[in-house]
């Protein structure tokens, strides 16, 4: 039911070396969501972790995961749930959230054992915490929206920020999600660095053959990965996270450090890329 691969950190010196398998093997997360599965990644980027659950017809339950040395996942940990699939349900701490999609639900450091059940594909986010916030399911009428971009520079895109300071208070998760509107096709173009903070791009709402081209690395170095839908970037704090896609898209953002300020970032023009 439980399976964790663990992602160590990367030097970017040591990525500058990396071939095409080697930058995909590192950076990128397949294959996360799986019938009457929980899959986890746990990196040494800040001690983030992401993957997927999806129920089915069962009842899946996050508890005891070993690489944290805790009797339960959330002991020292909050999390950052968003429903890609159908309505379904999460229950923790006593109390059951219904989450349509779209939906995000933050739980609070020590909230205990985590159900998932119903026809819900579940992204899950967790980071490190040193104290209790309260839980909050958040529908995408409460999230704070954003208007970004032009279509002159293929860019227009909508941000809504969820788990946020404007909106409700954490630890030092932060979580989002970005959608290019009809016509664009680049994503955080401008791109830009935060040397205080990891960052994590799910992507979604993908046709099944397309790709976003997705763009890391150091802004002098930049490598890529070609992602299919439903797959996952890692973004370590030295480098650069940016894409254009093939076609319409939506990339779920997830970061921890820290700070939980989403402004504090360092912009590279598209001049200084290489």
């Given amino acids: 039911m439980l399976t964790v691969e663990t992602r160590h950190a990367v030097h970017q010196d040591h990525a500058k070396t990396l071939d095409t398998e080697g930058l995909r093997r590192h950076f990128l997360a397949q294959d996360l969501f799986a019938a009457g599965e929980i899959r986890l990644v746990y990196t040494h980027y800040d001690r983030f972790v992401l993957g997927g659950a999806v129920p089915g017809t069962g009842t899946l339950v996050l508890d005891k995961v070993e690489e944290t040395r805790t009797p339960s996942f959330l002991d020292r940990r909050e999390m950052g749930i968003v429903n890609i699939g159908e309505t379904g349900t999460v229950t923790a701490a006593g109390e ?4 349509e999609r779209g939906d995000v639900l933050y739980l609070g450091m020590g909230s205990g054992p ?36 032009e279509t002159a520079t293929a860019n227009k895109r909508v941000i809504n920020q969820f788990i946020h300071p404007l909106v409700m208070e954490s630890c030092q998760l932060v979580l989002g999600y970005t959608t290019l509107l009809d016509g664009s096709v680049w994503n955080t173009m401008p ?14 709402n993908m046709d099944e053959k397309a790709r976003v081209l997705h763009l890391l690395g150091e802004p002098t170095e930049t490598r890529h990965l070609f992602v299919a839908n439903e797959e996952a970037a890692l973004s370590p704090p030295w480098s650069i996270h940016a894409g254009a896609g093939t076609g319409g898209y939506t990339f779920i953002w997830a970061m921890a450090g820290d700070n939980v300020d989403y402004t504090d970032m360092d912009f590279v023009q598209p001049e200084e890329l290489r």
């Fill in 114 to 149: 985590v159900s998932f059940a119903g026809a819900g594909r579940f992204y899950i986010t967790s980071a490190p915490a040193h104290r209790r916030c309260p839980s909050r399911l958040i529908r995408l009428s409460d999230a704070k929206e954003v208007r970004l971009g």
């Fill in 191 to 204: 791109a830009h660095v935060h040397d205080r903070r990891m960052e994590a791009y799910l992507y979604w």
């Fill in 96 to 99: 059951t959230h219904t989450l």
